[in-house]
């Protein structure tokens, strides 16, 4: 399937409600693990839960939220008790013994159940997708169960939700209403639920025809009695589960259906060679046809080689992206100009671009990008920096980075690493790889692993600086003297004892050592 946007869905299924308050559900499980197969079939990277808790739900919510920022669509799914208390909506963890009675109060409901706008829809929101898809399917009974409890409404309300991404929310039924799922008791899934899943799989030009034809599927089946209800505004909004013009894996199948049908003439009396001419046609004709087809076969391959790859670009782009607006570090937002920058100098003080050229006179500043971390601290690097193909120095002094990702180590053309002033423990051995590394800063990193960190070390041939300083080493070990080609290390202000210090120096005669 041709990959054009960068999907998250969050799906949870609650249906063994512990107390007698809530009824069971045995669609929801169902619903849920149905609903997470057929997202992850059209694309969709998905996480799954059934049977969430109150303590760990908003956890999850805010995980997700914060794992899919930025992205194209995020899609939030949820087969379990939803209910309605003084127009806000909520939805109820498997252990919320909520009982309802005339002493319910907002707060109460709250420290019991999981609030929608609160706990969910803000959380969401704050991911800054282009589109987010809330589809709940919780309106399934009458917790009420005809009683009267003040504030306490049939379903939910409308969601009355003012959101800065566009968002839309489906109901199984109207605000207020709640779903017929006791009139299809039997089925694998719900009845909302159960006409979703046919409708995703099917191709549709957008979202706005899908839920067209499921809204008209369940009115027809419920006799008018269950209307599903959306909220929001999906303009100018193309995205479609499955695209009527994306069905890569059936048009590879007519294809080959198509070669396959091969005419074999047969004919009632033949001489000798009409016989030989006949099937030398037909061979000729099968050697074709396979020809067409592993000439198909090759290029769906390469096709979708090329959607996998420009997958990849996808994720970094938004790694990346995420990244450097969090720290403020002005990166390009493209994969071409991604691929361009030679330079990140993001220090915890104002270290301009004017001082960097001062001290760095021979170093040509184009494509570098620089940032003042000093309000704002990195404290972490992702994975994805490794696709800056083209980075020669990385500046990150005055930070609060603990760890290095391994795909540091893609980064081949790297000359320069400057890591001082953070809390990093240990190095990965991937900084073997970058051979090309000439200088390296490691100093006020008083908790570096120094014996693995020089096993690492060795590898990289072309290393002639390292800096130590002020990380209270008292001694070194003695993989040190396996990097021959330094010529300068600097251990300032460190607790190295004397009788120390020779050692050091008798490892190392043809370098410079700064004590």
């Not at 690493?417 to 790889?433: A, S, T, V, Y």
């Amino acid at each position: 399937m041709k990959i054009d946007f960068l999907k998250y869905a969050l799906v949870i299924g609650n249906g063994d409600y512990e107390s007698q308050n809530f009824k069971s559900l045995e669609n929801a499980k169902n619903d849920s693990q149905d609903i997470s197969k057929t997202l992850k079939e059209i694309g969709f990277l998905v996480s799954h839960y059934q049977n969430l808790e109150r303590d760990n739900f908003e956890e999850i919510v805010l995980e997700f939220s914060d794992k899919a920022k930025l992205s194209d669509v995020l899609l939030f799914y949820f087969a379990g008790h939803g209910l309605e208390f003084h127009g806000k909506n909520y939805l109820v963890p498997t252990d919320s013994d909520l009982t309802l009675s005339k002493k319910l109060t907002e707060s109460l409901v709250l420290r019991k159940t999981v609030s929608l706008s609160q706990e969910v829809l803000t959380h969401i929101d704050n991911a800054h997708s282009r589109l987010n898809l809330i589809i709940l399917d919780s309106c399934r009974e009458d917790i009420s169960k005809g009683r009267m409890v003040a504030g306490i409404g049939r379903g939910l309300a409308n969601p009355n939700m003012s959101l800065e991404s566009a968002t839309l929310i489906a109901y199984p039924t109207e605000a207020g209403d709640i779903a017929r799922d006791y009139e299809f008791i039997g089925d694998r899934n719900g009845l909302y639920t159960k006409y979703l899943l046919e409708e995703m799989r099917k191709p549709h030009r957008d979202l706005n025809e899908m839920f067209g034809r499921l809204v008209k599927k369940v009115k027809e089946v419920t006799g008018n009695e269950q209307k599903p209800t959306l909220y929001g505004s999906l303009e100018n909004n193309d995205f479609a589960f499955v695209k009527k013009e994306e069905k890569v894996k059936e048009i590879v199948v007519e294809k080959i259906v198509e070669v396959e049908r091969v005419d074999i003439p047969v004919s009632e009396t033949p001489q000798t060679d009409d016989v030989f001419e006949k099937k030398s046609n037909s061979f000729r004709n099968i050697v074709i046809g396979i020809a067409l087809v592993l000439v198909g076969v090759f290029g769906v391959v390469q096709y979708l080689d090329y959607s996998v790859e420009k997958e990849i670009e996808r994720l970094a782009v938004i790694s990346l992206t995420k990244w450097s607006k969090e720290f403020n570090l002005g990166l390009p937002e493209s994969w071409g100009e991604l691929q361009k920058v030679r330079g990140i100098v993001a220090v915890g003080w104002n270290y301009t671009k004017e001082k960097f050229e001062k001290d760095n006179p021979k170093v040509d500043t184009t494509n570098f990008y620089f940032a003042n971390t000093k309000n704002r601290k990195i404290t972490y690097i992702p994975k994805e920096i490794g696709n800056l193909s083209n980075l020669t120095k990385l500046n990150l002094d005055g930070n609060q980075i603990e760890e290095l990702p391994k795909e540091i180590g893609n980064l081949i053309n790297l000359t320069k690493l400057d890591l001082r002033h953070n809390q990093i423990k240990e190095i990965p051995k991937e900084i073997g790889n970058i051979t090309n590394l000439t200088e390296l800063f490691l100093g006020h990193n008083p908790n570096l692993d120094l014996k693995k960190a020089f096993i690492i070390l060795e590898n990289l041939p072309n290393l002639t600086k390292l800096d130590l300083r002020y990380n209270q080493i008292k001694e070194l070990p003695k993989e040190i003297g396996n990097l021959r080609n330094l010529t300068e290390l600097d251990l300032l202000s460190n607790k190295i004892s004397s009788s120390e210090k020779k050692k050091i120096k008798k490892l190392l005669p043809n370098c410079k050592i700064i004590f």
